[in-house]
């Protein structure tokens, strides 16, 4: 299936510039918080089956209503996969891991998983620091997948990482008043 911006410029080859056809392979998206807004530019080259994965559930409006739930300053803030009273959303099958070659540097984006490589389905987390324990080194440490990174809103990122956070049931560092995920849209 052909991206809609690169059908375009297939059927009309010469009104097409590079430009337009690199802006395809990095779709903005905008993450509305309760604390505001966040823009993310995604690298469909670096990992085209995570950027697809994030970009179906955004056209689902699947993030609506999820909340950061793991909030830890000096390291991650997480979301995209349980609501305010901690109940996990019913997701997808998981995604095989991708090797994007992008680092878990300060202000990106990356797929949350369990000890298992191929497991991430909606969850998220950007990185407050560079994070190298979290890089891809390989088989044996595989590290998360990288998909993109934040073009504007770092200071949202930063305010959501100073949030108070405590235990609610078995889960810890989660935000004493719920920071809930208006929507996730495409704004490209």
């Known amino acids: 299936m052909l991206k809609p911006l690169l059908r375009g ?15 395809a392979d990095h779709p903005h998206v905008e993450i509305r918080t309760t604390q505001g807004s966040i823009e993310l530019e995604l690298d469909a080259t670096a990992a085209p089956h995570t950027v697809d994965n994030f970009l179906s559930y955004t056209r689902e409006n699947f993030y609506q209503g999820t909340v950061f739930h793991r909030v830890i300053d000096g390291f991650m ?79 949202v990122v930063d305010a959501i990482a100073g949030a108070p956070t405590g235990r609610r049931g078995p889960y810890a560092d989660v935000p004493s008043k719920p920071i809930t995920i208006l929507s996730v849209e495409r704004v490209d």
């Open 9 to 23: 410029c297939l059927l009309a080859l010469p009104l097409c510039s590079p430009l337009a056809l690199a802006d």
């Open 77 to 155: 803030i997480q979301g995209g996969g349980m609501t305010a009273d901690m109940t996990t959303k019913k997701t997808h099958d998981p995604i095989a891991l991708e090797e994007s070659g992008l680092k878990n540097t300060r202000g990106t984006i990356a797929m949350a998983r369990t000890g298992q490589p191929d497991s991430a389905t909606s969850q998220f987390f950007i990185n407050l620091v560079d994070n190298q324990a979290l890089d891809y080194r390989n088989l044996y440490e595989p590290g998360y997948t990288v998909f993109g990174h934040v073009v504007s809103g770092m200071d």
